[in-house]
């Protein structure tokens, strides 16, 4: 009785354990996330959609590479979230501010394209909006670094969560059209 007790026991755990681990092999399954962004205030003439901001030559944007593994866990947690919820109405007015391509370990890659106002398309799928992940991709990119302090307050998300705790000022080095300031004459 006693040894039938251990077995059923001991299978028990090990059925558990084995449930436990393989959950943790379902976490950060993405390896880094290149995101690009044009900086500062960008007033195209037509909207910008998914897939031109990489376009645009590298005076105007700043491309960044994410790799630390708690941010790299909430996103994916964020984007599969994201993935199982309704998409919004038609959005493809959305204006895109920000492109990340998401690389997965075994070469396979999602793209996140954050518009103007916080709507988002995530591969081909629009949505209406996500917050969380927005504020969480401009922000550990540096994002808002491109504009002034007293704009800062025109993003939701930013009302939500407040202005990033290392946020510096890099919007003086831009002229009000976004174009790169001149270097200062030779002397």
Same mark, same amino acid.
């Given at each position: 009785?006693?040894?039938?007790?251990? #077995? #059923?026991?001991?299978?028990?755990?090990?059925?558990?354990? *084995? /449930?436990? *681990?393989?959950?943790?092999?379902?976490?950060?399954?993405?390896?880094?996330?290149?995101?690009?962004?044009? @900086?500062?205030?960008?007033?195209?003439? $037509?909207?910008?959609?998914? /897939?031109?901001?990489?376009?645009?030559?590298?005076?105007?944007?700043?491309?960044?590479?994410?790799?630390?593994?708690?941010?790299? $866990? $909430?996103?994916?947690?964020?984007?599969?979230?994201?993935?199982?919820?309704? %998409?919004?109405?038609?959005? *493809?007015?959305?204006?895109?501010?920000?492109?990340?391509?998401?690389? +997965?370990?075994?070469? @396979?890659?999602?793209?996140?394209?954050? /518009?103007?106002?916080?709507?988002?398309?995530?591969?081909? $799928? +629009?949505?209406?909006?996500?917050? *969380?992940?927005? +504020?969480? #991709?401009?922000?550990?990119?540096?994002? +808002?670094?491109?504009?002034?302090?007293?704009?800062?307050?025109?993003?939701?998300?930013?009302?939500?969560?407040?202005?990033?705790?290392?946020?510096?000022?890099?919007?003086?080095?831009?002229?009000? %059209?976004?174009?790169?300031?001149?270097?200062?004459?030779?002397?």
């Amino acid at each position: 009785m006693i040894k039938h007790n251990t #077995i #059923i026991i001991f299978l028990f755990l090990f059925i558990l354990s *084995s /449930g436990c *681990s393989n959950k943790h092999l379902n976490v950060n399954k993405i390896e880094n996330i290149e995101v690009f962004y044009a @900086k500062g205030i960008v007033t195209p003439v $037509t909207m910008v959609v998914c /897939g031109q901001i990489r376009a645009m030559p590298p005076d105007f944007i700043v491309d960044t590479l994410l790799s630390d593994k708690a941010f790299l $866990t $909430t996103v994916e947690n964020l984007t599969n979230k994201l993935e199982k919820e309704e %998409n919004g109405d038609d959005l *493809s007015d959305c204006d895109i501010r920000v492109e990340c391509v998401v690389n +997965y370990k075994g070469n @396979k890659t999602k793209t996140i394209c954050i /518009g103007k106002f916080n709507c988002m398309k995530l591969n081909s $799928t +629009y949505h209406r909006e996500c917050d *969380s992940l927005a +504020y969480l #991709i401009k922000k550990r990119s540096g994002y +808002y670094n491109y504009f002034k302090k007293e704009y800062l307050v025109n993003f939701r998300e930013i009302q939500k969560f407040g202005v990033p705790d290392d946020y510096k000022d890099l919007s003086i080095k831009y002229n009000p %059209n976004s174009m790169p300031t001149p270097p200062p004459p030779l002397r």
